[in-house]
C-alpha cells in the first residue's frame, strides 16, 4: 500500500515528488495546480475554499487525462509530495494526499525539516 508523506521543498529523499507550477518533473507536473490559481491565492482573489475546489476539479480531470501516471504513483512503496507552502499552512499538497488516500493511499503525515 501507498504511503503518502507531504513535506516542504527542500526534502531530498528518494521518494521526493515535486508537485510544484514550476517543476520539471513530468510526473509531478501532473499534480501541479496551474499558476493562475496559485497567483489568485497568493493576491487574495479567490479564497482558500474556491483554490480547493479549483484544485479538485483540476485533479479529477487530470485522473481522467493522465490515469497512467496517477496508477504510477498509486503503486509506489512511498511517495512524499513536494511544495513550497510552509508546514501546517493551507496547501494542495495536503489535498493531494487526501485524494490519494481517496485511492487507496495512506496518508502518514508532514515531514518535519
Known amino acids: ?5 507531504t513535506a516542504q521543498y527542500r526534502y531530498s529523499g528518494g521518494d521526493r515528488l515535486d508537485i510544484t507550477v514550476k517543476g520539471k518533473d513530468p510526473l509531478g507536473k501532473v499534480f ?3 499558476w493562475d490559481m496559485v497567483m489568485k491565492l497568493k ?3 479567490i479564497t482558500q475554499k474556491e483554490y480547493e475546489d479549483l484544485y479538485y476539479q483540476k485533479m479529477f480531470y487530470s485522473y481522467k ?3 497512467a501516471e496517477w496508477e504510477i504513483v498509486l503503486d509506489m512503496p512511498r511517495v512524499t509530495l513536494v511544495c513550497f507552502c510552509k508546514s501546517k499552512y493551507f496547501c494542495h499538497r495536503a489535498l493531494l494526499a487526501k485524494y490519494l488516500e ?3 493511499g495512506n496518508y ?3 515531514i518535519a525539516l
Open 1 to 5: 500500500m501507498l504511503e503518502i508523506f
Open 32 to 34: 501541479a495546480p496551474s
Open 43 to 45: 493576491g487574495g482573489v
Open 65 to 67: 487525462k493522465h490515469r
Open 102 to 104: 481517496k485511492l487507496g
Open 108 to 110: 502518514v503525515g508532514e
